[in-house]
């Protein structure tokens, strides 16, 4: 069975300051997908990154970059200069290799203030 | 491009009447389609999934069902609400046999059963 756990269910930062949010999984298989989400107020789920199991190279996106260590099945998100905007609960999420399912984490409310 | 609409966007029903959501997408074909709650504060537990027409796949043993009886449309009904029902309630599509890409999520339906 996959499992992930999102250990943070709440942090608050003052703008500007970075923030990590933390993911831990659990899969028997050996190919498998990482996946982001952020849900605003709104309460969509925006889909933000994936990554591969094979691919443990770091990403970068804007003020986003994520960091994946096979080693301690981690895949930890840091916003640097967090912004008010940036204020959402946030989502990891594996697939499996049989596909059909993504498996979420508990979630990490970030809350950004001015 | 592919869009996911799901309606209504709020719902407020007693205890004891029937449900019925509503998911449908746009640009694709047999996609996989899911069926996720989110409770106040938690994260997302899957109910239901389904990989065609006619085939539901049941996560989740309570007195919700799913249908999907055309190939992207996917209903979310009960026969008699509970309060416990009460919920975010969010369709998602993904492509079939690619199980390396993400899923999109609707806007979601928050239902309140009094």
């Known amino acids: 069975a996959q499992k992930v756990t999102q250990a943070q269910t709440e942090i608050s930062v003052v703008e500007k300051e970075d923030v990590t949010l933390d993911c831990v999984y659990e899969t028997r298989d050996t190919t498998y997908y990482l996946f982001w989400y952020k849900q605003p107020p709104s309460g969509e789920l925006v889909f933000l990154i994936r990554r591969n199991s094979f691919d443990e190279q770091n990403e970068i996106s804007g003020r986003y970059s994520w960091n994946f260590q096979k080693s301690t099945s981690s895949f930890n998100f840091t916003i640097t200069a967090s912004q008010v905007v940036d204020s959402a609960v946030y989502f990891c999420a594996l697939r499996d290799n049989a596909g059909n399912m993504l498996t979420f984490g508990g979630g990490t409310r970030l809350m950004v203030k001015p | ?114």
Do not use: M
């Open chain 2, 1 to 114: 491009s592919q869009t996911i609409h799901q309606w209504p966007a709020t719902l407020v029903q007693p205890v004891g009447s029937p449900l019925s959501l509503e998911c449908t997408v746009e640009g694709t074909s047999n996609p996989n389609l899911y069926w996720y709650r989110q409770a106040a504060g938690r994260g997302l537990q899957l109910l239901f999934y389904s990989v065609g027409i006619g085939q539901i796949s049941s996560e989740v043993p309570q007195n919700l069902s799913a249908s999907r009886p055309q190939d992207r449309q996917f209903i979310l009904s009960s026969k008699k609400l509970l309060l416990s029902d009460s919920s975010f309630y969010l369709c998602a599509w993904s492509v079939q046999g690619h199980w390396n890409t993400e899923a999109f999520f609707g806007q979601g339906t928050r239902l309140t059963v009094v």
